[in-house]
Nanobody, 126 residues
Framework: QVQLVESGGGLVQAGGSLRLSCAAS????????MAWFRQAPGKEREFVAS????????YYADSVKGRFTISRDNAKNTVYLQMNSLKPEDTAVYYC???????????????????WGQGTQVTVSS
């Protein structure tokens, strides 16, 4: 069973930065694409960023492009989300997710991911 544990969330002022981490259990981490999603109160879960198995391929939602950077360290079984120039509208619970199969490449589709972390709260004050 795969477990994903997010950390690094918190309260930050607009314009500030945070770095989220997602630690994965198991020995197959490097075989799967990973992603970050977020969910604000009263809204559906939405795609933020995804990264391929080796880290060479990345894909971002338009709303975060140029401000957020996704990366991974396969030796540490960890995926990161560096968030800069944060805005109040970035406030949400952030979740990391693992692709449904090794053959799945980077994707923005929620159903392409089958393992999810418990989420970490990010709050950006104005």
């Amino acid at each position: 069973q795969v477990q994903l544990v997010e950390s690094g969330g918190g309260l930050v002022q607009a314009g500030g930065s945070l770095r989220l981490s997602c630690a994965a259990s198991g020995r197959t981490f490097s075989s799967y694409a990973m992603a970050w999603f977020r969910q604000a109160p009263g809204k559906e879960r939405e795609f933020v960023a995804s990264i391929g198995r080796t880290g060479e391929l990345t894909y971002y939602a338009d709303s975060v492009k140029g401000r957020f950077t996704i990366s991974r360290d396969n030796a540490k079984n960890t995926v990161y989300l560096q968030m800069n120039s944060l805005k109040p509208e970035d406030t949400a619970v952030y979740y990391c997710a693992r692709a449904r199969a090794p053959s799945f490449t980077i994707s923005s589709h929620l159903n392409d991911y089958d393992y999810w972390g418990q989420g970490t709260q990010v709050t950006v004050s104005s």
